[in-house]
Every structure is written in C-alpha cells, then in structure tokens.
C-alpha cells in the first residue's frame, strides 16, 4: 500500500508512486517523533549495554555463590511480560509526576533492555576464556609499568608458542601507551 498513488489499497498498485513517503518526509510530527525514537534508542542501548558489561564480567569471572543472584534479578524483568512491565512503570513514573518524560521513557527502555544486553555480553565472556584455552594461549596477569599506573593496575599478557623458533611475544597497545622502545620497560 505504501507504493500506491491512491488514498486506498488497490491491487495491482500501478503505477508506482512514492506519495506517502513525500508525506512523511514533511510531516513535522513524524519527523519530531522520529528523531526522538533514534535517541531513545541509542541512549538506552549504549546504558542497558555500559550498566551490563562490568556485571555481565562480574558474574563470568567470579566464583562467588551470590553471582548467579545478581544475574538473576538482572535477568528478572523477562520473567513479567512487557505489557504489565509497561502499565508498572507508567504507574510508577506518573506517581513520581515523570510519565510521558524522555528521563522517564529511557529508564524503562534500558530496564527493559538490559537482560538482552547481559546474556549477550555473557556468552561473549564465558566463551572468550574457552576460545584462549582452546587455541592453545597461556596467560596471567602482571603488574602494570605504564607511567602513571598504580598497584591496582595490570595488564593481561596472552602468548602462545609453537615448534618453530624463535618464539617472540608481540605486545597489543591500542591506547598507546607504553613506550615503544621494549628495551626501555623496566624489569620486573
């Protein structure tokens, strides 16, 4: 129907017409509602997404009993289906006087995102320490000697070593950071 001239569906919609996106293009509420919609969504993924990641890290790399809590009550709002989520919240925010604000609209959106975001950023870091191991790497954790780096931080070092030589440790610097002479690093 969108490619039809007429203001009613007609088959064979002959010829092609691209009245109703011309519509749209000048629509001023469309156009409000839209842009609104694309920053409502890319604010609430880049949170769901920034909140998740430590948690997400948090839950794969730790040992701890309380870890498959925490994954839980993130992973809780999957439990309620979305329409009584959504009546809940409006509940909630009209009570605090922010129904129908932007504040109000990303807070559930990310509320809403965010066990999607986990089991995501979850597969990715159970499977990445499976992947090293089975591609034959080795690792640990060493002090950093970055100028300006403190007792807390550390640099994970990843090699592996094959039949032939000579067998070298290429360095991964994305930040650029170290210095690029190697002789210059201080020993350990």
Same mark, same amino acid.
Do not use: E
């Given at each position: 129907?969108?490619?039809?001239?007429?203001?009613?569906?007609?088959?064979?919609?002959?010829?092609?017409?691209?009245?109703?996106?011309?519509?749209?293009?000048?629509?001023?509420?469309?156009?409000?509602?839209?842009?609104?919609?694309?920053?409502?969504?890319? !604010?609430?993924?880049? &949170? @769901?997404? $920034?909140?998740? /990641?430590? +948690?997400? #890290?948090?839950?794969?790399? *730790?040992?701890?009993?309380?870890?498959?809590?925490?994954?839980?009550?993130?992973?809780?709002?999957?439990?309620?289906?979305?329409?009584?989520?959504?009546?809940?919240?409006?509940?909630?925010?009209?009570?605090?006087?922010?129904?129908?604000?932007?504040?109000?609209?990303?807070?559930?959106?990310?509320?809403?995102?965010?066990?999607?975001? !986990?089991?995501?950023? &979850? @597969?990715? $870091?159970?499977? /990445?320490? +499976?992947? #090293?191991?089975?591609?034959? *790497?080795?690792?640990?954790?060493?002090?950093?000697?970055?100028?300006?780096?403190?007792?807390?931080?550390?640099?994970?070092?990843?090699?592996?070593?094959?039949?032939?030589?000579?067998?070298?440790?290429?360095?991964?610097?994305?930040?650029?950071?170290?210095?690029?002479?190697?002789?210059?690093?201080?020993?350990?």
């Amino acid at each position: 129907m969108s490619f039809t001239g007429q203001a009613y569906l007609s088959l064979p919609s002959w010829p092609p017409s691209l009245r109703w996106y011309r519509a749209l293009a000048t629509n001023g509420d469309f156009l409000r509602a839209f842009r609104t919609s694309l920053w409502l969504g890319l !604010l609430s993924a880049t &949170l @769901a997404v $920034a909140l998740c /990641t430590p +948690a997400a #890290l948090a839950i794969a790399r *730790s040992g701890a009993r309380g870890a498959g809590v925490v994954g839980g009550v993130l992973m809780s709002p999957l439990l309620v289906p979305h329409i009584v989520l959504g009546v809940a919240l409006l509940r909630f925010f009209s009570g605090l006087g922010l129904a129908g604000s932007f504040a109000a609209l990303v807070v559930a959106h990310v509320l809403i995102i965010m066990p999607y975001a !986990l089991q995501l950023v &979850l @597969a990715s $870091a159970f499977g /990445t320490d +499976a992947w #090293l191991r089975a591609s034959g *790497s080795s690792g640990m954790l060493v002090p950093s000697f970055v100028p300006g780096a403190t007792d807390a931080n550390a640099n994970l070092v990843l090699w592996r070593w094959g039949p032939d030589l000579p067998h070298k440790v290429d360095v991964y610097d994305p930040s650029g950071r170290l210095p690029k002479n190697q002789l210059s690093w201080p020993p350990l």
